[in-house]
């Protein structure tokens, strides 16, 4: 075997109960991809008139990204996706969901249009579309334009009109070819990890920037889909949450409360206020202060009713109750600590959490459509003799997919799976160690390697499994 195997993974026992996993189970009409982010791939930071971003600037800081490793060049993509494109057409991939780099195109956030930048993502379409590939746009996927966190980033209300003005160049720009897009990625990560925990670009920490941060995320999130659907009103505009299904460590009052703690803060702090049900607040006392930021109007400016919801999930979290963390009051138990499997991002894998989210998701009123836009595992590829053989990530989408097929013929609306990631790459704060892609990249030579997991999924696409 050429991947660590030391307690990682084990069969699903889902395996049991579908012993059979083909296309053809999920209907000529779900939806099949990969995924991918701007920062993540591109490298080219400073190329052809692009401007800093957060993540330019943050991984420049010692000791802010592991071996002080950075995105400038990533996957080099931005020069190498003619051919990674028709490596993915010749993997039978037919959707490719990727981000637009808002300092790319707005250097300065807003402003000044980088007509280098609209040029590259037009060809990058034409070359999809000429593939057979349909593209699937994100707008903002963590890389904000320095130049406006400067002025406040996401904790200054101005952003809304910010993001609106980069929504409205985006469709015009492109609204003529791409018919599915997606307003915000994990913006409980990007506010939690970035405005809170300042393990993310900006690194700030704390409540000041976060509640801020937080509510000026979701009317962005609300207010970018209205200016996608009006300026294309045949497209199907979504957005994305991270989400894990959250189980309390042991059957007491105090475990089960503090999960609901945690689940109110990962799973629903962003989504309701889209539904019209607004923040999740009887659970999430501390973030009665977000109150302090709500304008006259904000209630009915947060909700809009998404064509699907991209959900994104990699794992379940275990809680118990710590009256020693402030706030939340709950702390996550490591599944090392529990002897369960993990990939190399130290997270559990268990299948069943995707199917309990399908579950919890479909039952929302107003949620018709649900993508699983993201859905992976990083484990130690290593290339031997010119291949990459990786059981445990081959497991790992069984077993996944299984759980996905599972909750589809049990009636949850999911209508499409989404690897992620095509590429391996750049993954911010955890450099380029953990390797998520379907194809593995030597970040020396940039020479590309289709992984068994890749092959497997060609297979799996084209009817042969």
């Not at 037919?94 to 402003?111: D, I, V």
């Amino acid at each position: 075997m050429s991947v660590r195997s030391d307690k990682q993974h084990t069969a699903s026992p889902a395996s049991t109960v579908y012993p059979h996993l083909s296309r053809a189970a999920f209907g000529d009409a779900f939806a099949w991809g990969v995924a991918t982010a701007a920062y993540q791939i591109e490298g080219a930071y400073n190329l052809d008139g692009k401007g800093p971003s957060i993540w330019d600037v943050f991984s420049a800081r010692k000791g802010k990204i592991k071996q002080n490793q950075n995105g400038r060049q990533a996957c080099d993509f931005y020069h190498r996706y003619p051919q990674d494109v028709a490596l993915m057409q010749s993997l039978a991939i037919p959707n490719f969901r990727f981000s637009l780099s808002w300092s790319r195109l707005l250097p300065q956030g807003y402003g000044a249009v980088n007509q280098a930048g609209i040029d590259f993502y037009n060809r990058l379409i034409d070359q999809c579309l000429e593939h057979g590939i349909q593209p699937w746009l994100t707008l903002y996927h963590w890389d904000l334009p320095q130049a406006l966190e400067l002025q406040g980033g996401w904790a200054r209300r101005d952003i809304v009109g910010w993001f609106a003005d980069y929504a409205a160049l985006c469709a015009k720009s492109f609204g003529d070819r791409v018919g599915h897009w997606m307003v915000l990625n994990e913006p409980m990560v990007f506010t939690g990890a970035g405005y809170f925990m300042g393990v993310h670009a900006p690194g700030r920490r704390g409540f000041g920037a976060f509640v801020p941060a937080v509510h000026h995320a979701a009317l962005c999130q609300a207010e970018g889909a209205r200016v996608l659907k009006d300026l294309l009103p045949r497209a199907e505009v979504g957005t994305t949450f991270s989400c894990s299904h959250v189980e309390p460590l042991r059957p007491n009052e105090k475990d089960r409360q503090a999960a609901r703690r945690v689940d109110a803060l990962l799973n629903r702090l962003f989504v309701e206020p889209a539904l019209g049900l607004g923040y999740p607040l009887d659970e999430l006392r501390f973030m009665h202060r977000i109150e302090k930021y709500m304008f006259p109007g904000d209630e009915a400016k947060l909700r809009y009713d998404f064509d699907f919801i991209g959900i994104q999930n990699y794992t379940r979290e275990v809680v118990k109750h710590s009256c020693w963390i402030p706030f939340l009051q709950a702390r996550l138990v490591p599944p090392q600590k529990r002897g369960v499997p993990h990939t190399r991002m130290n997270w559990e894998v268990y299948p069943e959490g995707i199917y309990h989210l399908l579950h919890k998701y479909g039952q929302y009123k107003g949620i018709r459509k649900i993508i699983v836009t993201e859905n992976g595992a990083a484990f130690a590829d290593e290339l031997i003799g010119g291949q990459v053989h990786d059981p445990l990530r081959v497991d790992f989408l069984q077993s996944y997919l299984l759980q996905v097929l599972r909750a589809r013929q049990e009636g949850a609306p999911v209508e499409g799976y989404f690897v992620w990631s095509f590429l391996d790459n750049f993954e911010w704060a955890e450099g380029y160690t953990p390797r998520f892609g379907l194809v593995h990249v030597n970040y020396e030579s940039q020479q590309r390697t289709v992984k068994s997991s890749g092959y497997w999924y060609r297979d799996f696409l084209q009817g042969h499994l």
